[in-house]
């Protein structure tokens, strides 16, 4: 492990994030620790807390039934319509929990972040905003639309700019193929387009 990376995390979190995930979730999540961190110093956030964030969003993804059920029931979390419909989503919602109870995260902008990771919304602060677009466009993820993100990254763009882009290519990915679109997409999309 070089130790840039060990740097971005507390101590013991990204051996024991390895032990939860499968090898590719693993490499992922530290591309999008990465990402988070190098975005959020760009626009003047805390790293760190993207940095976490970044390590952590996929921390439910690989949960088994029995371990995903425990924290359902547990956290009495309740599903809408389109998540009962795309069980994919269920780690963000699970994941600060997840975060919380496993690995000692109580920081609100973290938990924030994990959560909406996926399918955005409309209210979430900076932090969640960085992981958002770290998560779509971190150096291992091969199309073309992540390359073009990163690629915008590295110019004089805002923070909402590129969240407002990596959120057309998400729903514009949906549409063509033919998916569900969760309603915290179709609100963000109204409000950077629309501001409604």
Request: aromatic fraction near 8%; hydrophobic fraction near 40%; glycine fraction near 6%.
């Amino acid at each position: 492990m070089d130790k840039s990376r060990q740097s971005l995390a507390p101590a013991g979190m990204i051996e024991k994030l390895g032990g939860m995930v499968n090898k590719k979730r693993f490499i992922h999540s530290l591309g999008v620790m990465q990402m988070a961190h190098g975005i959020a110093e760009k626009f003047g956030l805390d790293g760190k807390k993207a940095a976490c964030a970044g390590l952590l969003h996929d921390c439910a993804r690989d949960l088994k039934p029995r371990k995903a059920a425990y924290f359902i029931k547990k956290y009495r979390v309740k599903f809408d319509p389109v998540s009962k419909k795309i069980p994919a989503l269920w780690h963000s919602f699970l994941g600060e929990f997840v975060a919380k109870e496993e690995f000692g995260v109580n920081d609100r902008e973290i938990l924030e972040a994990i959560k909406y990771h996926t399918a955005g919304n409309a209210a979430m602060g900076q932090v969640a905003k960085a992981v958002y677009i770290a998560d779509y466009s971190e150096i291992n993820r091969k199309y073309h639309s992540s390359e073009k993100i990163r690629a915008k990254i590295k110019t004089k763009i805002s923070l909402d700019e590129l969240v407002r882009l990596v959120l057309k290519d998400k729903i514009a990915y949906l549409i063509e193929e033919g998916k569900l679109i969760h309603k915290d997409s179709v609100d963000m999309w109204n409000k950077y387009n629309h501001n409604i």
